[in-house]
């Protein structure tokens, strides 16, 4: 079974200031990594994917992989209130036949707030 | 540019009647299609995932049912809907060479009463 595991919050944090979501996964073999955003009633939308150890910048968003650690996380920087959203992890299937069906695997989310 | 269609945006049926969601993909060729539902407060639950024209696999045993008729044409079935398929229905795609980004549709949210 794989599991992805993000805190699911709520997260608040006040304008202007970097939020921090945090994830972690179970499967060592896994060489995939996607952050999305969710707002409220809305589908899922991709902001960010990893494949690479280290540090991944886009705009105000950086990406942290660390595979030793199995650890992946998003920097959201001068957090925004419009960055008020469920933030997803998901993680591809690592060396089996999920991986070549492109198939992911999905947190539940951790809800953030940004207040003005 | 590639785009995901969903419909209906919304549904409201009652329990035991049939459910028929569609979706469908423009831009792109021989996509990787998914079927999510989100129930509320809850995470992504894989449905069914389909490689081409008529290879379903399905993830978990329930009434759905799944079809994919045309490449880019992915139908998400129910004969008898029960009040636990309430939910958010996602479609998405991916081109899934080796692991690609997956992109989903606008969801169909579905009450049944």
């Known amino acids: 079974q794989k599991e992805v595991e993000q805190n699911s919050g709520p997260l608040s944090v006040p304008e202007g200031a970097i939020a921090s979501l945090n994830c972690t996964y179970s499967d060592r073999g896994s060489q995939s990594f996607f952050w999305y955003r969710q707002y409220s009633g809305k589908s899922p939308e991709l902001i960010m994917f990893?494949?690479?150890?280290g540090d991944k910048e886009d705009g105000r968003f950086t990406a942290q992989l660390n595979k030793a650690s199995q650890y992946v996380s998003l920097l959201i920087r001068d957090s925004q209130p419009s960055d008020s959203a469920t933030y997803l992890c998901a993680v591809n299937g690592g060396a089996d036949r999920g991986s070549t069906l492109g198939r992911l695997y999905f947190g539940r989310g951790t809800q953030l707030t940004v207040w003005p | 540019s590639q785009t995901i269609h969903q419909w209906p945006a919304t549904l409201v049926q009652p329990v035991g009647s049939p459910l028929s969601l569609e979706c469908t993909v423009e831009?792109?060729?021989?996509?990787?299609l998914y079927w999510y539902r989100q129930a509320a407060g809850r995470g992504l639950q894989l449905l069914f995932y389909?490689?081409?024209?008529?290879?379903i696999s399905s993830e978990v045993p329930q009434n759905l049912s799944a079809s994919r008729p045309q490449d880019r044409q992915f139908i998400l079935s129910s004969k008898k809907l029960l009040l636990s398929d309430s939910g958010f229905y996602l479609c998405?795609?991916?081109?899934?060479?080796?692991?690609?980004?997956?992109?989903f549709g606008p969801g169909t949210r579905l009450t049944v009463t």
């Open positions: 831009g792109t060729s021989n996509p990787n």
């Open positions: 389909s490689v081409g024209i008529g290879q």
């Open positions: 998405a795609w991916s081109l899934g060479q080796p692991v690609s980004e997956q992109y």
């Open positions: 990893i494949y690479s150890n």
